[in-house]
C-alpha cells in the first residue's frame, strides 16, 4: 500500500457547544475548530484560557498520548506531524500535521504550559492503517474516493457559505475568513456556537455527509469523552472538528457504539513527530485537507496588530531583495487599495483576495512574474519544522540524522544547489551519503549539471527535504540499522535478483559512487556471470558506458577497480565481434536506436583505461560498418562520421564515402538516413558543413537532384537532422548555399563567400587558445 499524506484530520468548520444542554455550564465543553485556522486556534486559545478545564482532549490517533509531552520540548518548533506506520510495512503510513496556527497544536501547547493533561480521542491509527484505504480524510477538500464519492460528499463550507448569500469560485474560503479569520475582538466563542448549530442542521440533512468511516471514528470519540468525563468531571474540553460536534453530543449508548468498533482490522503501528513544512500544508501541493495559503495565515496568526500593513512590509522586503524598485509610498498605495477594495466588496477587513490584488497592481506594477515569487516564498512558505532529538526514530533514521550534523548538511524545504569538491574530505563524504541515499530510494538530493562534467572532481546536487521523506527512511530501514550497511545490503539484493546486464553495471557504477566497498565483490560476481551468458550485443553495448564511467569515478575517488576492467576489457572486444553482423537488416527505428548504442559505446571507449581499450578494432569495426551496403543509411553514415573525428580518415577519404550513399542510383530515402546519421544529432555536424563546402557541396548536389515524388519522404528525415543546429550554424548554412558553395577542396573559401574564413587553418592562431583551454581543463602542457 502506497504511503499517504493525509490522516483522520479535522473537519472544516469549527463550533463551540456544551455537550448535553445547548450550552449550559457545568458539561464538557466541545470547541469546534477548523484544521489549520488561525482564528480558530486563536478562539480555542482564548476559551480554554477562560474555562480552564482539568483535561483537554485533541483530535488525533489515540497511541499519540505518549508523544504529547515532545510538544513541550523547546526544540520542537511546528509545522510538525505526527506519523503513523505499519510496523510490517513502513510504506502504508498517515500523517496529522500541524502548524503553528493550528487550533490542535495551540490546545495541546495551552495544556502543557498549565498543567493540564492532553489526550487524543481518534480511532487508533493501529484500525486507521488497517483500513483497506488508509486515507481518513473527513476534510471538506478531500479528493479520494472517485467520481460517485464526490457526488455524496458535500462540502460543510461551501453548504455554509452559500445559505449566507456568499458567491465565487472561493467562496468558502472568502466567507469562512470573513467569519472567523479577520474577527476583531469580542467573544471568541460566539460564531463557534452558531457554527456548531449550523453543523448540527447540516447533519440532519446530510447525515455522514458522505463520509462513512466518520461514524466508527465518532463512535470511539464519544467512548473517550465518557472515560474522560468519568475521571475528571465536568472539566473537560474537546478540540474536534466542528463536523464531528453534532455527532459528539447525540445520545447514544455504550454498547451501540462499542457494536461499531467491534471487528475493526488492526495492524501493529508505531508513531513519531517529524518535520512538517508549509509547502505541505498546502492545497496545490497534493496534501488534501490542506488550505491554500499556509504563508498567509502563519502571518494573520503571529502579527500582534495591523496584519495588512506588516503584510506589505514583508512583501515589499522580499521584493527588494529581489532587486525589483519598490519604496515606502509603494506600501502605503497597496495597504490603501487592499483596504478600499476589500470596502467596494462589502467585506470587514481586507482578505489574501484584497492583498493579492493590491499587491499585483502597486508592488508588481500589473505584472504575475514578481507575484507569483510572491505566492511561493510567502504566501505558500519554505518554513520547514524541527522535532526533539529524542523523538522515537527507526535506527536507520537515527544514523542519517548523525550523518547530517556531522557533515553540516541540514535538511531544508527550500530548494538549494549543493557543489562538491571530491578532493575535499568533507565534500566526498557528504557526496557518498548523497549516493547511499539514492540507493535506498531517499531522493533528498538529485544530480544535476554543474561546473564539470560526469566523471571528474566536481559534482552537483540539488536538495530538498520533503516530509514524505522520513517514510521512505521507514521503509529502508528493513536494509540495515546505519545508511551504509542498508545501501551495502540493498546493493547485494539487487545484484542477485538482477536479470538485464545494463541494471547490474548501472548498480556497479552506484556502488562506486556511493563508496560501498563491501557490496563490490557481490555486483562484481553477478557482474561476470551475466556478462558471460549474455549474447545480445544491444543489451552489451547498454552496459559497457556505465562501466566505463565507474572505472572513471575509481580513479577519482581512489577505488581498486582491476576487476572491473577486466570485465569492461571482456564486453568491449565481444562487442567489437558482434556488432557488424547485428547492424544488417535492420528496420529504420532499430536502425535508429543501434546508432544511439553505437555513440555510447565509442564515447565510452574513451573513458577506458588503455590496457582495457580496444581502439584498432573499434575503428576496423566503423570501417566494416561505414562501407558495408546491408547496413542501414543512418548507421554508415555515424560510422563515416566518427571515423573522421577520430582521424581514421581523412575528408578526402570520406568525400568518396558521402558521394557513393548520395549517388543517383541509390534510394532518396536511404540517402537522407547516411545524412542524418553523418550530420545530424548533437555530433557537431552542422560545423563540419560550414568549414567543409566539399562536403556541403555534395548534399546540396544531391538534395537538387532528388526527384519531385521522393522528395516528400525524404522531406522529414531532412528536417529533423537540420533543426537540431544551432540558429547560427543554420544561418550560415543558409548563406553558404546561397553563395554557392564548392566543392573543390576542404575548407576552401569560395569567392564572395562568408567572411571570416580563411583558406587553411591558422594554426599559429589556433594554438594561442591553448594555455586557456589547458586551464580549463585542468591538464598539463606538454612540450
Not at 586551464?775 to 602542457?781: A, D, K, S
Request: glycine share 10%; with cysteine.
Amino acid at each position: 500500500m502506497t504511503p499517504t499524506t493525509t490522516a483522520p484530520g479535522p473537519a472544516p468548520g469549527r463550533g463551540a457547544i456544551r455537550a448535553g444542554d445547548g450550552g449550559r455550564r457545568g458539561r464538557p465543553l466541545l470547541l469546534g475548530v477548523r484544521h489549520h485556522g488561525p482564528g480558530s486556534a486563536r478562539a480555542v486559545r482564548a476559551a480554554l484560557e477562560a474555562e480552564k478545564p482539568a483535561v483537554v482532549l485533541v483530535e488525533g490517533p489515540a497511541e499519540a498520548d505518549a508523544l504529547v509531552a515532545l510538544a513541550g520540548d523547546p526544540s520542537m518548533r511546528p509545522p510538525v506531524a505526527l506519523l503513523a506506520h505499519a510496523v510490517d510495512d513502513p510504506g502504508r503510513a498517515a500523517f496529522w500535521p500541524m502548524a503553528e496556527f493550528s487550533p490542535e497544536w495551540v490546545a495541546i501547547r495551552w495544556a502543557l504550559d498549565r498543567g493540564a493533561a492532553v489526550r487524543f480521542v481518534d480511532l487508533p491509527a493501529a484500525h486507521t492503517l488497517a483500513a483497506a484505504d488508509p486515507t481518513w480524510d473527513d476534510s471538506e477538500e478531500a479528493d479520494g474516493g472517485g467520481a460517485d464519492a464526490d457526488k455524496l460528499r458535500i462540502d460543510p463550507l461551501a453548504e455554509l457559505a452559500r445559505t449566507a448569500g456568499t458567491t465565487g469560485h472561493n467562496a468558502a474560503e472568502q466567507w469562512w475568513e470573513d467569519v472567523v479569520e479577520l474577527r476583531g475582538d469580542g467573544d471568541p466563542t460566539a460564531p463557534f456556537e452558531a457554527l456548531a448549530e449550523a453543523m448540527g442542521a447540516l447533519r440532519e440533512a446530510y447525515g455522514h455527509g458522505g463520509h462513512p468511516r466518520d461514524l466508527v471514528r465518532e463512535a470511539y470519540m464519544r467512548l473517550q469523552l465518557r472515560a474522560a468525563h468519568k475521571e475528571f468531571g465536568d472539566e473537560v474540553a474537546v478540540v474536534c472538528g466542528a463536523w464531528h460536534v453534532p455527532a459528539l453530543t447525540r445520545k447514544t449508548t455504550v454498547a451501540a457504539d462499542r457494536a461499531l468498533l467491534k471487528g475493526l482490522p488492526k495492524v501493529k503501528t508505531e508513531l513519531t513527530w517529524v518535520p512538517w513544512t508549509h509547502r505541505r500544508l498546502a492545497r496545490r501541493s497534493g496534501y488534501g485537507a490542506g488550505i491554500d495559503a499556509p504563508g498567509w495565515y502563519g502571518h494573520l496568526f503571529t502579527a500582534p496588530d495591523r496584519p495588512v500593513e506588516r503584510w506589505m512590509t514583508k512583501v515589499a522586503g522580499l521584493l527588494r531583495a529581489e532587486d525589483h524598485l519598490v519604496s515606502t509610498a509603494h506600501v502605503i498605495e497597496a495597504v490603501r487599495l487592499a483596504e478600499t477594495l476589500a470596502a467596494l466588496r462589502g467585506r470587514p477587513h481586507p482578505g489574501l483576495d484584497e492583498t493579492t490584488d493590491a499587491v499585483r497592481a502597486v508592488l508588481c506594477e500589473g505584472s504575475d512574474v514578481p507575484l507569483d515569487l510572491v505566492r511561493d516564498r510567502l504566501v505558500v512558505g519554505d518554513v520547514l519544522g524541527e522535532v526533539p532529538a529524542g523523538a522515537p526514530a527507526v535506527p536507520l533514521q537515527r544514523d542519517l540524522s548523525r550523518l547530517q550534523r556531522s557533515l553540516r548538511l541540514k535538511p531544508e524545504a527550500q530548494e538549494r544547489e549543493l557543489d562538491l569538491d571530491l578532493r575535499k574530505e568533507t565534500d566526498g563524504a557528504r557526496s557518498r551519503l548523497l549516493h547511499r541515499l539514492r540507493l535506498l530510494g531517499v531522493d533528498w538530493g538529485t544530480p544535476a549539471a554543474g561546473r564539470a562534467g560526469t566523471g571528474t572532481f566536481r559534482e552537483t546536487w540539488r536538495l530538498r527535504w520533503e516530509p514524505e521523506l522520513h517514510v521512505q527512511v521507514a521503509e529502508a530501514g528493513v536494509w540495515g540499522t546505519t545508511v551504509e550497511a542498508a545501501a551495502t545490503a540493498k546493493a547485494e539484493s539487487r545484484a542477485l535478483a538482477a536479470t538485464a546486464l545494463a541494471d547490474i553495471t548501472a548498480l556497479a557504477e552506484q556502488c562506486l559512487l556511493a563508496g560501498l566497498a563491501d557490496a563490490l565483490p557481490v555486483v562484481m560476481r553477478a557482474l561476470a556471470d551475466r556478462a558471460a551468458l549474455d549474447t545480445d550485443v544491444t543489451h552489451l553495448a547498454q552496459a559497457l558506458p556505465a562501466l566505463a564511467r565507474s572505472l572513471r569515478y575509481g580513479d577519482v575517488r581512489g577505488t581498486d577497480t582491476a576487476a572491473l576492467a577486466e570485465v569492461a576489457a571482456g564486453l568491449a572486444e565481444r562487442i567489437c565481434v558482434g556488432l557488424p553482423p547485428a547492424c544488417t537488416g535492420l528496420d529504420a527505428d532499430a536502425a535508429t536506436a543501434m546508432r544511439d548504442r553505437i555513440d555510447e559505446v565509442h564515447q565510452a571507449l574513451v573513458l577506458l583505461p588503455d590496457t582495457a581499450r580496444p581502439a584498432d578494432r573499434w575503428a576496423g569495426v566503423l570501417h566494416r560498418l561505414a562501407r558495408r551496403d546491408r547496413v542501414p543509411g543512418v548507421l554508415r553514415g555515424r560510422a563515416a562520421r566518427l571515423l573522421l573525428d577520430e582521424g581514421r580518415i581523412t575528408e578526402d577519404e570520406a568525400a568518396p564515402l558521402m558521394s557513393r550513399a548520395l549517388s543517383p542510383g541509390a534510394p532518396p530515402q536511404d540517402a537522407a538516413a547516411w545524412i542524418e546519421g553523418f550530420a545530424g544529432g548533437a555530433s557537431g555536424g552542422g560545423l563540419l558543413l560550414v568549414h567543409d563546402e566539399r562536403l556541403l557541396g555534395l548534399i546540396d548536389t544531391w538534395l537538387t537532384s532528388v526527384p519531385p515524388a521522393a522528395f516528400t519522404d525524404v522531406l522529414p528525415l531532412l528536417r529533423r537532422t537540420f533543426s537540431a543546429y544551432e540558429p547560427g550554424v543554420r544561418r550560415t548554412l543558409g548563406e553558404l548555399v546561397a553563395g554557392g558553395p564548392r566543392a573543390d577542396g576542404p575548407g576552401r573559401a569560395t569567392p564572395g563567400g562568408v567572411p571570416g574564413f580563411a583558406a587553411a587553418l591558422d594554426r599559429e592562431r589556433a594554438d594561442a587558445a591553448l594555455p586557456l583551454l589547458h586551464l580549463i581543463l585542468g591538464t598539463e602542457v606538454t612540450a
